[in-house]
């Protein structure tokens, strides 16, 4: 039984539809370093689209992480390092609040070309010639969702799986505050439809390399608290980071009685640090990352900045203290 979707403007849903039916050749694709929202939306949009005899593809800057690999339509993921080179002037943008997230997929978009916007981040900044954005829904492939019993299109087991990963990766397994009942109530109806709810957990949280276990291990290993032990941060050298993936190591912080922000530094190479935020409800991190030119969620966000550790923390914990209560 389809859900009544959110206070999504009735119009947006008609115009992005309207986009959809009336283009025969679409580019696909999503942010850079793409993860669950934007591979399972991005594999969801390719099965919907077939279903309108759309010839389309899915285009990454990035090769795709192997987590997602049980998806349908995985090997059907291009990556910049074997696409052709050729110009696309129609594209669907998935999970990117402007158009620059794409990375170096944008050099084969036309500059004149039409673009449907398909996302969830407050500050989406409307870039596309059709904005379908709200950040009512919990994540772009809850909006895909709204969007497919809009125009009646069927979600089959695959396409329910690769919805019900960008939705649970998203809400971090229906925890985190953009959880609405809305969106409980669409993850249950993807399951009636054949998402497989412990397969995915599974992949998503039980899948770990032994290296990014060390990892954890080193990061929490480094882990200190700041401002009477309302912050928590964590870091790691560029060595390090070397050695298997990062990003889960940042909610650690948040296990810690009276901890409200938690900050994961990674330098990706020598004076380039990629800090992730995260928080608890009476902080908005979004905000904290905006100051250094990031973005993101009011308890997920991220941005970069260069300099030497000491220098990169010290602008950071300044910036947290001004946002705390």
């Known amino acids: 039984m389809p859900v009544t979707p959110p206070d999504i403007s009735a119009s947006d849903l008609d115009a992005a539809a309207g986009f959809l ?11 850079v370093n793409s993860d669950g929202d934007g591979i399972g939306g991005g594999l969801a949009l390719l099965g919907l689209l077939r279903q309108l005899d759309s010839r389309s593809q899915l285009l990454l800057q ?3 992480p192997g987590d997602y690999d049980y998806l349908d339509g995985w090997d059907e993921i291009i990556d910049l390092g074997n696409a052709p080179a050729q110009q696309h002037d129609t594209a669907v943008l998935l999970d990117c609040p402007n158009f620059d997230r794409i990375g170096r997929v944008g050099d084969q978009i036309t ?9 969830h981040h407050p500050d989406n900044e409307r870039f ?43 809400t971090g397994g229906f925890r985190y505050s953009l959880t609405t009942p809305t969106s409980l109530e669409v993850g249950a109806d993807l399951v009636r439809r054949g998402a497989r709810l412990d397969l995915i957990a599974d992949r998503l949280y039980n899948n ?23 912050v928590a941060t964590m ?15 940042v909610n650690y912080g948040l296990w810690i009685k009276g901890v409200e922000v938690t900050a994961l530094l990674k330098e990706e190479r020598v004076g380039h640090y990629r800090i992730s935020l995260r928080s608890r409800e009476d ?12 973005g993101g969620h009011a308890r997920a966000a ?24």
Do not use: W
């Open 208 to 230: 770990a390399t032994f290296d990014s276990v060390k990892m954890i291990g080193r990061a929490i290993d480094s882990m200190a608290l700041h401002h009477d032990g309302r």
């Open 235 to 249: 870091s790691l050298t560029h060595e390090e980071m070397e050695r298997g993936d990062s990003e889960a190591s």
């Open 62 to 64: 990035d090769e795709p």
């Open 111 to 119: 500059t004149d070309a039409a673009l449907l916007n398909i996302d």
């Open 21 to 31: 039916r009336s283009q025969s050749d679409l580019l696909i694709t999503s942010h």
């Open 128 to 170: 596309g010639a059709i904005n379908l954005s709200t950040d009512v829904v919990c994540s772009t492939c809850e909006m895909l969702y709204h969007l497919a019993m809009h125009m009646g299109l069927d979600i089959d087991r695959p396409i329910a799986e690769q919805l019900y990963t960008g939705i649970l990766f998203d």
């Open 283 to 294: 902080v908005d991190v979004s905000a904290i990352a905006r100051i250094f030119g990031g």
């Open 302 to 325: 991220g941005c970069r900045q260069e300099g030497s550790l000491d220098d990169v923390l010290t602008r950071m914990l300044a910036a947290i203290e001004q946002m705390l209560p």
